[in-house]
């Protein structure tokens, strides 16, 4: 039986470990790399918030000219247990427009920070957008004309009959170049459907661009009132109230007697409506009077005119 030579198997297997030793153990270390990645890859979870995007560092006597985004995306991604004590808030996404030096545009990069919790090998953050287009322009301030925005109608026989605006001009601020095109804004939108007593409203004023800040309000007075219509009716008969029994009065005068009143029911008014009267109380022996005349009306209706106001009657004996 061959004996085995100790010596030269451990020399033969340390000769077999070492060479080219330094080759094994990067691809040793490769290989437990690519573990820990392949594992942070399939124990990671992604996370879509919307966070508020904060503008710093604007210098007072400038104003943006394009409207901004409000919110900007974020995109997490992390181990799950990472993701229960964020918030929105905590990335804090801002742009800093601290270099903005002139009027021009420029493409401001937005910033974030990354929240306490996601600060390990294993957070991973994108934000969409990365850059943002900034147009900025000088401010300026102007007192601009306020016209009256409405929608609907008063009730049925109401009119709205003057309109009062105080103050009627307000400020408006903005970039340049639209505050110099624009000499009117309109109050936001003002309910009159179905009014029928005067009212104030105070109201905001609301320009087409949202850049454009409106500084102050208004107030609107509508007078509302009732419509009305004018009627006028002719009478040939008239009333003698308080004659004396053994007298007769007669008048061959026509009269024209002159109304105002709510127009919705003007219509319906007719002439045995009205009551045209005089009164003879004081009348004590036959001749020839002159009276005024008394008119008997709805009360929703006022007397405006008669003419003649006032007749000539004769009064005669009943066995004449």
């Not at 109608?153 to 109401?158: A, E, L, M, Y």
């Not at 087409?208 to 409106?214: E, G, N, T, W």
């Amino acid at each position: 039986m061959k004996k085995i030579n100790k010596e030269y198997v451990v020399k033969d297997l340390k000769s077999r470990i070492f060479e080219d030793f330094s080759i094994k153990l990067v691809c040793f270390l490769l290989a437990i790399f690519m573990y820990f990645l392949t594992s942070l890859h399939f124990h990671r979870t992604t996370v879509t918030y919307s966070s508020p995007l904060k503008i710093e560092n604007l210098k007072n006597y400038y104003v943006l000219r394009n409207k901004l985004p409000e919110y900007i995306k974020i995109i997490a991604s992390d181990k799950p247990s990472t993701f229960s004590s964020i918030t929105e808030e905590d990335f804090r996404v801002k742009i800093d427009l601290n270099k903005v030096d002139m009027p021009d545009t420029y493409m401001i990069p937005v910033q974030w920070d990354v929240p306490p919790a996601m600060k390990s090998l294993f957070g991973y953050i994108k934000v969409e957008p990365r850059v943002i287009e900034v147009q900025v322009e000088l401010i300026k301030e102007k007192n601009v004309k306020v016209d009256i925005n409405t929608i609907g109608n008063p009730s049925p026989g109401f009119t709205v009959n003057k309109i009062t605006i105080d103050p009627p001009y307000i400020r408006i601020q903005g970039p340049e170049s639209l505050i110099n095109n624009i000499n009117s804004i309109k109050t936001e939108l003002i309910n009159i459907e179905g009014v029928k007593e005067s009212f104030v409203r105070n109201v905001d004023c609301v320009s087409d661009h949202s850049v454009i800040k409106v500084l102050g309000k208004t107030n609107i007075n509508f007078e509302v009132i009732e419509e009305t219509d004018v009627i006028s009716f002719n009478f040939k008969k008239i009333m003698f109230l308080n004659l004396a029994k053994q007298y007769t009065a007669k008048s061959e005068d026509e009269i024209t007697v002159t109304f105002k009143g709510p127009k919705n029911q003007a219509a319906n008014l007719k002439p045995e409506d009205v009551t045209l009267y005089i009164d003879c109380a004081s009348i004590k022996f036959p001749g020839e009077y002159t009276y005024d005349v008394n008119v008997r009306k709805p009360l929703e209706f006022n007397l405006i005119a008669i003419n003649p106001s006032n007749i000539k009657i004769t009064v005669e004996d009943k066995t004449n």
